[in-house]
């Protein structure tokens, strides 16, 4: 047998990927797999190529190593090293990646990341289901008190002032925007995530939420000390605080387009200009730009047609960003510019450089910002298929 080490991420490389790259090198040793969503490690033992045994918390075997499918966003290694275990696994590798990729299609394998799928919830607004936006393991470095609130009470509501700034420690809350046809639930959060803004705890453009939070269950928050993060916030550069109240901008954004999809106000001609498409859905860009003058559009071609995303202003970017996935451009939207769009070329490398050296919690913070932005832009484009399909029966 080779003697040598795998390394890498899981989502670039899949745990069934892996099986099949050890099994065709008749591997002996043991996968360790860890993801910042569970303290937990995960283990798959390697005997001649083949899975014998796998401990994933307080499973083993064939239900840890089916468990491991799930953790779509985390870090493996495989070490060369001699291996005792019992064979408890007897399945054949591609039976054993079979079974586990239909278990995870159809929801009987919780995915451990930024956003659970196999805690869907109905809506009875909505005909489709809300996934549970997570976030990392907590850091609680920042975390100055806790405050508690019963199910179906309000955390939050929309159009009043506030600059706190909360993280969830236990429970699930619910996002909602008023409409006038009734509140719009819009996305349910977990342990976790965050409750608030860059521009809350940083007391600009005014602190008015825009939108309620209602406890679904038994909620426990932690107060973040905004003080401090306003600090590390102003230690960043001037380029990477524009990048992230940016961030904040494109979320309010991808909210209200949301909204506007439900109730089947967008006017499409409003947003797309053939004739300066900046980027194209799909394309492989790998430049981020910072808008000088004009507007950027950002709209996603789906099969029921193409649906806004939001609207980007001079000091706020569009492009690459090589450390975070927006669930937009370049690979999820296009780009339309206005016929007066201007933009410079930044530099991606220097951004994520800095992004590398940030506290935890502003880190986790960006992050479940930029789940919040896809999984939003999921949900408009789900409100777009319901108007279509709507206007079809009528």
């Known amino acids: ?5 795998l390394a890498g991420n899981l989502k670039f490389l899949s745990l069934g990927d892996i099986l099949q790259f050890l099994g065709s090198n ?3 040793g043991v996968l360790y797999i860890t993801s910042r969503y569970t303290q937990t490690q995960g283990k798959i033992y390697f005997v001649k190529g083949n899975s014998v045994n796998a401990s994933a918390g307080s499973l083993v075997g064939i239900d840890a190593l089916n468990s491991l499918f799930g953790w779509v966003d985390g870090e493996f290694e495989f070490r060369d090293e001699g291996v005792s275990c019992e064979r408890i696994i007897k399945k054949s590798r591609m039976q054993i990646i079979l079974d586990a990729l239909s278990m995870l299609d159809d929801g009987q394998i919780e ?3 930024p956003v659970s799928f196999s805690e869907k919830l109905k809506s009875s607004e909505n005909s489709f289901k809300l996934p549970i936006i997570k976030g990392p393991l907590i850091d609680y470095t920042y975390i100055v008190d806790e405050e508690e609130f019963r199910a179906n009470k309000k955390i939050v509501a929309e159009g009043k002032h506030g600059g706190w700034l909360w993280v969830i420690l236990e429970g699930v809350a619910e996002i909602v925007k008023k409409t006038p046809t009734g509140n719009l639930k819009l996305l349910r959060i977990g342990e976790g995530a965050f409750i608030g803004s860059f521009t809350s705890f940083l007391m600009l453009e005014g602190t ?3 939108a309620a939070i209602f406890a679904v269950t038994n909620v426990q928050l932690g107060v973040l000390d ?4 306003s600090v590390d916030f102003l230690r960043m550069s001037n380029s990477f605080r524009n ?3 940016s961030l904040d ?8 387009m949301a909204v506007d999809s439900h109730l089947n106000k967008i006017r499409l001609e409003e947003y797309i200009n053939i004739k300066n498409q900046v980027i194209k859905q799909g394309d492989s860009v790998e430049n981020l730009f910072e808008i000088t003058e004009g507007v950027a559009h950002i709209v996603r071609h789906t099969e029921h047609g193409y649906v806004p995303l939001g609207n980007l202003y001079p000091g706020e970017f569009f492009g690459n960003i090589p450390f975070l996935d927006l669930g937009q451009e370049p690979f999820n939207a296009s780009v339309f510019g206005s016929e007066d769009l201007k933009f410079e070329k930044m530099s991606p490398d220097s951004f994520q450089q800095e992004y590398n050296q940030l506290q935890p919690t502003l880190k986790n913070f960006i992050d479940h910002l930029s789940t919040c932005i896809s999984v939003t832009s999921m949900v408009t484009c789900e409100f777009h298929k319901e108007s279509s399909r709507k206007q079809t029966l009528e």
Not at 1 to 5: E, G, I, V
Not at 226 to 229: F, G, K, Y
Not at 249 to 256: H, S
């Open 1 to 5: 047998m080779r003697n040598f080490a």
């Open 26 to 28: 008749s591997s002996t």
């Open 111 to 113: 995915r451990l990341g």
């Open 208 to 210: 008015v939420r825009s």
């Open 226 to 229: 905004s003080r401090s993060l």
């Open 243 to 245: 990048l992230a109240i």
């Open 249 to 256: 901008k494109r979320m309010k954004q991808v909210t209200d």
